[in-house]
C-alpha cells in the first residue's frame, strides 16, 4: 500500500480557504485516494474519496493531478468547528486495514 | 438511521486482566473492522470481519482476538492487558468485502485505561 505524506499541523483563520495536500509517490493503478477527518475522542469522518481528477461534494473538494502521485483537500470557507484531524489514505478497494498515518491536525482561529 | 455503535464508552482495567469491546454495525453492514488508536497517532487496523469470516489482520498480538456473529455485530477480545493497551478502540462497519470500494463507518470509539 502506498505511503502518504502530509503536514503535520495547519493554521488558519475563520472564512479562509484551507489546502492540504498530501504526497503518494508508490500509488498504484488500482489504489483510491480517501480523506477522513476526526474531532478528538471521536471515529474518524468519511469527508472524500477519488481517484482521478477533481471531486466535489458538499463540505470539500479533492484535486488529484494526472499522475495522481499527490492529491490536495480544499476546505472552502472554514469555520471554527472545522478544527480537527485531516488523514489523507490510499487504499486498495474494500480492503480493511486502511493505513492511518499521524494527520494533518487543522487549527482555525477566529 | 443508527449509525455504528459501540459499548462500554469507557473502560479501566488493570494489567493482567481481560477485556470485551462490542461493536454493532450500521444496519445492512456486513463487514466490521477494528482499529487501535493511541494518543497522538493515527488509527491502526487490527481486524476485518465479514459474514463471521476473519478477512485480515494487522500487526498485533495474539492477545488480541475477535469475532463476529450472525447478526453482524462484533466483540473485540484482549488477554492480559499491558500499559499499552490503553488506547481509544475504534470500530468500523462497511457493506460488503470485496467491492471496488467500500466507504467504512466509524463508531465513536472505546477508550480503554489500563492501570
Known amino acids: 500500500l502506498a505511503k502518504t505524506t502530509q503536514p503535520i499541523s495547519m493554521d488558519s483563520y475563520e472564512g479562509q480557504e484551507v489546502n492540504i495536500t498530501c504526497s503518494h509517490n508508490n500509488i498504484a493503478t488500482n489504489d483510491y485516494i480517501t480523506w477522513y477527518q476526526q474531532f478528538p475522542s471521536q471515529g474518524p469522518r468519511f469527508i472524500i474519496q477519488g481517484y482521478k481528477t477533481k471531486v466535489t461534494n458538499e463540505v470539500a473538494s479533492l484535486f488529484i493531478p494526472a499522475d495522481r502521485k499527490s492529491s490536495t483537500l480544499s476546505l472552502p470557507r472554514v469555520s471554527l468547528s472545522d478544527t480537527a484531524v485531516y488523514y489523507c489514505l490510499v487504499h486498495r478497494g474494500s480492503q480493511g486495514n486502511l493505513i492511518f498515518g499521524k494527520g494533518t491536525k487543522l487549527s482555525v482561529k477566529p | 438511521d443508527a449509525g455504528v455503535t459501540q459499548s462500554p464508552t469507557h473502560l479501566i482495567k488493570t494489567r493482567g486482566q481481560q477485556v470485551t469491546l462490542r461493536c454493532s454495525p450500521i444496519?445492512?453492514?456486513?463487514?466490521v473492522s477494528w482499529y487501535q488508536q493511541v494518543l497522538g497517532q493515527g488509527p491502526q487496523f487490527i481486524f476485518q470481519?465479514?459474514?463471521?469470516?476473519?478477512?485480515g489482520r494487522g500487526n498485533f498480538p495474539d492477545r488480541f482476538s475477535a469475532r463476529q456473529f450472525p447478526n453482524y455485530s462484533s466483540e473485540l477480545n484482549v488477554n492480559a492487558l499491558l500499559l499499552g493497551d490503553s488506547a481509544l478502540y475504534l470500530c468500523?462497519?462497511?457493506?460488503?468485502?470485496?467491492?471496488?470500494?467500500?466507504?467504512?463507518?466509524f463508531g465513536p470509539g472505546t477508550r480503554l485505561t489500563v492501570l
Open positions: 444496519s445492512g453492514h456486513k463487514s
Open positions: 468500523a462497519s462497511s457493506l460488503e468485502w470485496g467491492a471496488l470500494y467500500n466507504e467504512q463507518f
Open positions: 470481519y465479514y459474514e463471521k469470516e476473519e478477512r
